[in-house]
């Protein structure tokens, strides 16, 4: 005969069941109620002043739109005028420009940056510092006061250029100089960002595996390319990716402030462009066109970039 002790599952057992199931729940409501909470205000400030604004972008992208409030749908037509604009695509191919060499001296400087701060250096906090400054200081300061030192004729850097006996260049006045001026100085304001993210990364590389490699005799390349690299990836994917999506999109207030576009047009990029149509032709309808087949291309060199390096694990080859 089986006692009442060891029957596994009685009718006196079954209601504290029952009340740890509903104390269960009940505790994972309130984790899913806190989570909604400390999310909504994000939530809804991205739907206010990003969704609705782009659902709305794509929808006057299929209208004629005056500065007057006058509406005219036209279908494709904006799309039909872009793939005739030889202005638009002259500005995509500068941005390309701009992007192909952009990323890769930013992410490179950053990186050198992030390794040398990282190091034990005297007063290297103030060092970080002063690296990090150009990113919290506004665009317009830092384009008026570019376009200072760069100019041709009492710009220091300039100036200092010239005395070395590199010759008279006008770096804001000729369409090339222009914009490999552009591509430093956003590679100055944008360095110390993406230098902090390398830092974080860094620091999470454990100390142990440096000091294995160093009893082992590796070297400072061979530490790099066997540790340092490897365990660095996610954050490397995170920095190409968000730097891609800054070139694309970025860099209007210092090109409205360096160079409004010129000289000849040579550092219009899309997203300058597409601001020209909008708010001084008052096109509104065709730069929505425009700014959604940006969005496109975002888009999909964001899904290029993530298949490439598989979500953050760069391809070794295996």
């Known amino acids: 005969m089986t006692s009442l002790g060891t029957v596994p599952d009685t009718a006196a057992r079954r209601p504290a069941r029952a009340a740890r199931e509903r104390r269960r729940l ?21 739907l206010l002043f990003v969704g609705i604004p782009m659902l709305l972008s794509i929808f006057l992208g299929f209208f004629q739109v005056s500065g007057f409030g006058s509406y005219r749908w036209v279908g494709l037509g904006n799309y039909e005028r872009m793939m005739s604009d030889p202005l638009f695509w002259d500005a995509m191919r500068i941005t390309a420009i701009y992007v192909v060499v952009l990323v890769p001296v930013l992410f490179a400087v950053s990186l050198g940056l992030g390794l040398l701060v990282k ?6 906090g ?14 317009v300061v830092v384009g008026l006061l570019w376009k200072f030192l760069l100019d041709d004729q009492v710009g220091a850097v300039s100036g200092a250029i010239e005395d070395a006996g590199l010759g008279h260049h006008s770096w804001l006045g000729e369409p090339s100089l222009a914009l490999a001026s552009l591509i430093a100085v956003t ?14 990364g860094l620091q999470e590389i454990p100390q142990e595996f440096y000091e294995a490699a160093k009893i082992d005799g590796a070297g400072p390349w061979r530490t790099f390319r066997s540790i340092t690299w490897p365990l660095l990836r996610p954050t490397s994917f995170f920095v190409l990716l968000m730097s891609t999506v800054a070139a694309l999109t970025g860099g209007l207030d210092l090109i409205f402030v360096l160079t409004s576009g010129g000289p ?55």
Request: overall charge positive; hydrophobic content about 55%; proline content about 3%.
């Open 26 to 46: 009940s505790r994972k409501h309130r984790e899913w109620l806190a989570a909604a909470l400390f999310l909504a205000p994000d939530c809804i400030g991205l």
């Open 119 to 124: 190091q034990k250096l005297p007063a290297v």
């Open 126 to 139: 103030a060092f970080r510092t002063a690296l990090f400054l150009p990113y919290v200081i506004s665009l």
């Open 187 to 200: 590679v100055w304001v944008m360095m110390g960002y993406y230098m902090v993210i390398f830092l974080a």
């Open 264 to 318: 000849a047009n040579g550092t219009s990029l899309a997203i300058f462009y597409i601001y020209q149509q909008a708010f001084i032709f008052g096109e509104y309808g065709y730069a929505s066109a425009l700014g959604s087949f940006l969005v496109l291309i975002m888009v999909l060199v964001s899904a290029v970039v993530f298949r490439v390096t598989r979500g953050g694990r760069f391809d070794d080859g295996e």
